[in-house]
């Protein structure tokens, strides 16, 4: 509860920013070359910070906090954060000094307009310098993400949880303020990126004094400790980051496609994370501790029941998000992002997305606690072999939907690579027979599915024909679009309580 609280918040702002950056940029040529900026340093830090650090350096740290010896749990710290920030600082001033290199590598059809002078040539140009200036975020984020593990593992849930706030507020304030200024508005929100990772950095500092972990960084890549992370993490780097290695892809093949692509992506997509992030990461983030804890206590039964709660979680908040975002995929746009320079057609273009990404929504979720039953186990190499069958996957599919969809088609190839690494996932637990879904957990899902199409029904039958939205101002869009959520949550937890859901069902996998 606290993390989602604290997430709330920040997912709130981060719509607040994407709402102030639709205002200035709409979906044309300058949002695509800085949603492609912001994209390349983010991916990368799934890699070396949130992503396959995170998941190979709690399991060790929970594990030598145990042991009770803080001295050795702070000279891991301090050779753990040593070691990965030398590596980051030599990827970050390659990424500063090469950002061409990069911008050829993942937008080359940008690269390709520039070497023979075609329409698309100013966006690698403008990439490339943006990049310059996003690029130090992976730097700053990288200890952000670190210090929040150390907290997350000490329990202390709330700072981590609500640090990513300062990026909203620094992208928003740059809109504001910095980006008017310019002759190149997009320039300001990538100033806005940097200054965000910097504010990250600093809020956490006085919580690592408090809590007596802030160490001096020492090189440490022999040290036992350290050569046990890297283990682990070398493989995870991979797997871990399967999603975000799609997303990628996604933005390749979209650098060849119509001017407007790479934001319909990502609009879309920035819906698709505010319920990932409130509820699939925020469930991850809390029980990937607990399960190492479960683990190097050796209670097998007690993992498994937490393992088993957390797909109840998932499925419990993650289905109505899923069939609300498909069902009220226009009127959200509409409300969010439809003025300034965003128009109607942006919205009909980033809805077709939404519904494609929205319908792998559950399994990106599930994705998020099934495969922390391998990392908690400090069991890397499983997951790296169905993240390479996944992400071949997600190849072959956007080879077929591309052709045919278009950046829609990207979008349902993210979406069905998912459900085949949450497949993979699932199974390979249940050969284990680390875990598998319980008798009770398939009555209590059969259960959510009716209530949520009860919701879905109802909805509909309250939603009104998409001219008379567009006829609409602002207010009456959102008061409308407010009471079809209210509507549709009440009848998910009327319908759940006829059913015989309580509150007690929530709570028997952890008893």
């Known amino acids: 509860m606290i993390v989602s609280a604290m997430t709330l918040v920040s997912r709130v702002l981060g719509l607040v920013r994407d709402v102030v950056v639709a205002n200035l940029m709409g979906a044309g040529a300058s949002a695509d070359v800085f949603f492609f900026a912001n994209k390349i340093p983010n991916f990368l830090r799934r890699l070396f910070a949130e992503g396959a650090f995170s998941q190979a350096f709690v399991p060790v740290l929970t594990e030598y906090h145990a042991a009770g010896d803080k001295d050795k749990t702070r000279d891991l710290i301090a050779k753990a954060s040593g070691t990965l920030g030398v590596l980051v600082s030599i990827v970050t001033l390659f990424g500063v000094l090469g950002s061409g290199v990069v911008t050829a590598l993942f937008g080359f059809g940008w690269f390709l307009d520039w070497l023979n002078d075609g329409p698309a040539a100013p966006k690698f140009e403008l990439a490339s310098l943006m990049l310059k200036i996003t690029f130090p975020y992976l730097w700053f984020i990288t200890f952000v993400a670190l210090s929040g593990a150390i907290l997350n593992t000490l329990g202390k849930f709330a700072v981590s949880s609500f640090t990513p706030v300062f990026l909203n507020v620094m992208i928003i304030g740059s809109a504001w303020f910095i980006a008017p200024g310019l002759e190149q508005p997009e320039i300001g929100l990538a100033i806005g990126v940097f200054l965000g990772g910097f504010v990250q950095f600093v809020f956490q500092i006085p919580f690592l004094v408090k809590a007596g972990v802030l160490v001096k960084p020492k090189w440490g890549w022999s040290d036992p400790g350290v050569v046990k992370i890297r283990t682990l993490m070398i493989p995870a780097l991979f797997g871990v980051s399967v999603s975000q290695i799609n997303l990628l892809f996604d933005t390749f093949i979209a650098s060849f496609l119509a001017t407007g692509s790479i934001s319909w992506l990502y609009y879309s997509d920035r819906l698709l994370e505010f319920p990932l992030g409130l509820f699939g990461i925020a469930i ?33 908040l993650g289905l109505p998000a899923m069939l609300g975002l498909m069902v009220l995929a226009k009127p959200m746009l509409m409300v969010l992002f439809m003025r300034g320079e965003f128009t109607p057609h942006d919205v009909e273009q980033a809805s077709m ?29 499983t997951p790296v072999k ?17 052709y045919f969809y278009g950046y ?33 957990t398939l009555i209590f899902i059969t259960k959510l599915a009716v209530s949520a199409i009860v919701m879905v029904a109802v909805v509909v039958w309250r939603l009104d024909d998409m001219q008379q939205w567009l006829s609409w101002g602002l207010a009456q869009r959102a008061t409308t679009l407010t009471m079809l959520i209210v509507l549709g949550g009440a009848t998910y937890l009327f319908t759940l309580l006829l059913l015989g859901i309580r509150v007690k069902d929530l709570k028997a996998a952890t008893d």
């Open 284 to 316: 991850a983030t809390v029980i990937l501790p607990a399960l190492s804890r479960k683990h190097v206590d050796a209670q097998s039964q007690g993992f498994a029941s937490t393992m088993d709660w957390g797909v109840r979680m998932v499925v419990l």
């Open 353 to 381: 997305s939404l519904l494609a990404y929205a319908s792998g929504l559950l399994n990106f979720m599930l994705i998020k606690v099934l495969a922390p039953g391998y990392f908690s186990r400090q069991d890397t190499r």
């Open 386 to 402: 169905y993240g390479i069958i996944a992400m071949a996957s997600n190849m072959v599919f956007n080879a077929i939907f591309a």
């Open 408 to 440: 829609v088609g990207l979008a349902m190839a993210t979406a069905l690579s998912a459900l085949v690494n949450m497949v993979l996932l699932y199974r390979g637990l249940h050969i284990q027979q680390v875990y598998r879904v319980t008798k009770q």
